[in-house]
């Protein structure tokens, strides 16, 4: 089993940066493939970036890609997500999650059920 406890949201204005973190505690964290989503009010659960466990490999949803950054920091046992040129569109609470196997199709990473732990969420408002 592992914890998991984001950071860094806030508000920041539309075209600002920020980054979130995801720090692990419990079980190895390098044996977890680790995910975001957000979810923004009335809306379900969406992916936005995955990363492999060896960092090696990275998937974004389209709406990000090009803007946001998935990395990791094993010894850490920290993931994060750098998050460029913020939108009006990208205010949620964005989750991460640890997940024991993930294949590489997209039908199955992005979705939130093949995940098996999560953090509490932090908030990202974006004002434009």
């Known amino acids: 089993q592992v914890q998991l406890v984001e950071s860094g949201g806030g508000l920041v204005q539309a075209g600002d940066s920020l980054r979130l973190s995801c720090a692990a505690s419990g079980r190895t964290f390098s044996s977890y493939s680790m995910g975001w989503f957000r979810q923004a009010p009335g809306k379900e659960r969406e992916f936005v970036a995955r990363?492999?466990?060896?960092?090696?490999?990275?998937y974004y949803a389209d709406s990000v890609k090009g803007r946001f950054t998935i990395s990791r920091d094993n010894a850490k046992t920290t993931v994060y997500l750098q998050m460029n040129r913020l939108k009006p569109v990208d205010p949620a609470t964005y989750y991460c999650?640890?997940?024991?196997?993930?294949?590489?199709?997209?039908?199955?990473?992005?979705?939130?059920?093949?995940?098996?732990?999560w953090g509490q969420g932090t908030q990202v408002t974006v004002s434009s």
């Open positions: 990363i492999s466990r060896s960092a090696r490999n990275t």
């Open positions: 999650a640890a997940a024991d196997a993930l294949s590489a199709t997209y039908d199955h990473y992005s979705r939130h059920s093949s995940y098996d732990f």
